[in-house]
């Protein structure tokens, strides 16, 4: 079974890129299955369910960051999609921690984002883009020609190593070549490990601790004047 793991904000059109990438592996002869990572509310299991007749469920990572909820439960999500006989396993997740990516060595990455978002988004995503595979660029019809120009070379200068692929999600052009990238990805190994080392953040804030200040907390902490910033890797 192959894995695909796709990730990006809110409204970039991740639903619609795995619609057409469903359609077209069905279409290919294999049998998709479908998982939803939200934080509270999601549909598109119902959704691609009744559309395509496939293996599909969410869950919901409610007080937990949506890629750590990716970390605790793909493991058992592997096993569902196997034993639903599945060949390819599509995630979609939230991604909404720009510190963290949900990528795993020995599935594919999709990080996807919206071309109307602004020239500086590349730059803003961290990790999310530096240790995908493929970086998705939707809503590619609303730009000019220049605008997708600057927006390529910033994705480029974010993540030198990451291949760029523009579509248009709503009528479905470009799906094509993501489509061969899911199938020349290797089958999923025994022992899967996230890709890239997650920043630390263990702080007195996550515990519950609520007064204003970083002179109240301890762990990392952060002051105004301290600009550290994480890349990723």
Known sequence: MKLAICAG???TGKT???????RRLINNGLHPAFLKIDVQFADED???????EIPARKIYSGELCPDHCSVLILGDALQWAQKADADVLLVETAGLCLRCAPYVDGGLGLMVMEATSGMNLPRKVGPMLSLADIAVVTKIDLVSQAERE???????????????????ALYGIGMDPLVDHILNTPDIPEQLVLRGNPPVGTCTICVGKKEIGWQSHFGVVRALNNQNFYRGE
Do not use: D, K
């Open 9 to 11: 904000p809110a409204t």
């Open 16 to 22: 619609s890129v795995l619609r057409h990438l469903t």
């Open 46 to 52: 119902e959704v691609f369910a009744r559309e395509f």
């Open 150 to 168: 600057v927006f390529r070379a910033r994705i480029i200068e974010a993540a030198p190593g990451v291949r760029v692929r523009e579509v248009n």
